[in-house]
């Protein structure tokens, strides 16, 4: 059994950054793809970014450029870096393993 826990969302302004964690118990963190979701209030829950167990990315095309994915697997941590944060990327940030495992999810609010 995989146990994943967000952490680092909050309150920024537009144009600011968060980083958001997401550390695994257990041992099979390195051989999952790991991904992040987001889902707004009354939205279907969607595809941010991803990372393969060997480092390869993929972004949705809105954050492509703004936001990074990355992985430390001697530290069962997944990391969302998020810059030049728009109104929109206001939702509930989840992180993924093999999209069979999930987190609790983490609130990401960007409000003036």
């Known amino acids: 059994q995989v146990q994943l826990v967000e952490s680092g969302g909050g309150l920024v302004q537009p144009g600011g950054s968060l980083r958001l964690s997401c550390t695994a118990s257990?041992?099979?963190?390195?051989?999952?793809?790991m991904g992040w979701y987001r889902q707004a209030p009354g939205k279907q829950r969607e595809l941010v970014a991803t990372?393969?167990?060997?480092?390869?990315?993929n972004y949705e095309a809105s954050v492509k450029g703004r936001f990074t994915i990355s992985r430390e697997n001697a530290k069962n941590t997944l990391y969302l870096q998020m810059n030049s944060l728009k109104f929109d990327d206001t939702a509930v940030y989840y992180c993924s393993g093999a999209r069979v495992y999930w987190g609790q999810g983490t609130q990401v609010t960007v409000s003036s």
């Open positions: 990372i393969t167990r060997g480092g390869n990315t």
């Open positions: 257990g041992s099979l963190f390195s051989i999952f793809n």
